[in-house]
């Protein structure tokens, strides 16, 4: 891995992570009113389609930039995986001890950091487009980002050169 993506997960082991939930400070963006709401919103299709749209247009597009390099994405995916579910087994475990916790909540979690390495590995080839730069932020002020209020993103949008369309990230 490049020291860039190795210094994004010794800083994530790092993070306050989950510290603070249902906290406005900080953050202009919208937010859930509830710990329900935002386990809720982090299990729709709206944001699932979002998160994985995003994560398939950032290896597309590094696959047709630079094709050899991309065959070490796999490779990367299995060598990141364990360190990020060490990451959210840690942070998870201490938020389980005073909130509901749910497998989509942990696996939206695990996503989003893979997501954020993957994107800081090959940010060489491909500046990262939205894990590190729009979710990062949120994680590193200690809330969890869970929908998205614009419209549900397709695979027409992840194999495209549109911008991001019109929508905030919904944060808890």
Not at 100 to 123: H, I, K, S
Not at 126 to 134: D, E, Q, T
Request: with cysteine.
């Amino acid at each position: 891995m490049r020291p860039e993506a190795r210094a994004l997960l010794e800083e994530m082991r790092a993070l306050p992570l989950f510290s603070r939930l249902g906290q406005k400070g900080g953050l202009d963006l919208p937010h859930a009113r509830s710990w329900s709401e935002a386990l809720r919103s982090c299990a729709t299709g709206k944001w699932e389609s979002v998160t994985l749209m995003a994560n398939n247009r950032t290896s597309d597009r590094i696959f047709e930039l630079d094709w050899h390099r991309a065959q070490s994405w796999n490779p990367t995916c299995e060598l990141v995986r364990p360190n990020v579910d060490a990451i959210t087994s840690k942070a998870v475990l201490r938020l389980a001890a005073t909130r509901r916790v749910t497998d989509t909540f942990r696996n939206c979690v695990r996503w989003d950091f893979q997501a954020m390495v993957l994107e800081m590995e090959f940010a060489d080839i491909c500046p990262p487009l939205f894990h590190y730069p729009r979710l990062m932020p949120i994680y590193r002020g200690g809330h969890f980002p869970c929908g998205w209020t614009g419209p549900k993103l397709d695979t027409y949008w992840s194999s495209s050169r549109e911008p991001m369309p019109h929508g905030e990230i919904l944060v808890y």
